[in-house]
């Protein structure tokens, strides 16, 4: 079994930061991308930051220059540091993360049970 972890959402006034973390824990073998993507009351699911290969990053324009995706591989966790943030920013984040559990497994792709963020003064 996989399970994703979050963490780091909360309630911000604008302009103000959050660090989002998700840990993967499990039977993995290798972690082949990982990101965060969020969804907003009324609004589809939409990328806000993802590796998709080693180091290539997608950021979504919408956060392009305010948020910033990093990952220790060590411990199979991403982050995502958010700074200038908006009331547009609210929405649920989730984590998602593709993955073998060994060497002959089908690739997979994990979601995580999202974490809230709300900004609002």
């Known amino acids: 079994q996989v399970q994703l972890v979050e963490s780091g959402g909360g309630l911000v006034q604008p302009g103000g930061s959050l660090r989002l973390s998700c840990v993967a824990s499990?039977?993995?073998?290798?972690?082949?991308?990982m990101g965060w993507y969020r969804q907003a009351p009324g609004h589809q699911r939409e990328l806000v930051a993802h590796?998709?290969?080693?180091?290539?990053?997608n950021y979504g324009d919408s956060v392009k220059g305010r948020f910033t995706i990093s990952r220790d591989n060590a411990e199979n966790t991403v982050y995502l540091q958010m700074n200038s943030l908006k009331p547009e920013d609210t929405a649920v984040y989730y984590c998602?993360?593709?993955?073998?559990?060994?060497?002959?497994?089908?690739?997979?792709?994990?979601w995580g049970p999202g974490t809230q963020v709300t900004v609002s003064s």
């Open positions: 499990g039977n993995i073998f290798k972690i082949n991308h």
């Open positions: 590796f998709t290969s080693g180091t290539t990053i």
């Open positions: 998602v993360i593709g993955l073998q559990k060994s060497r002959y497994d089908i690739p997979a792709t994990y």
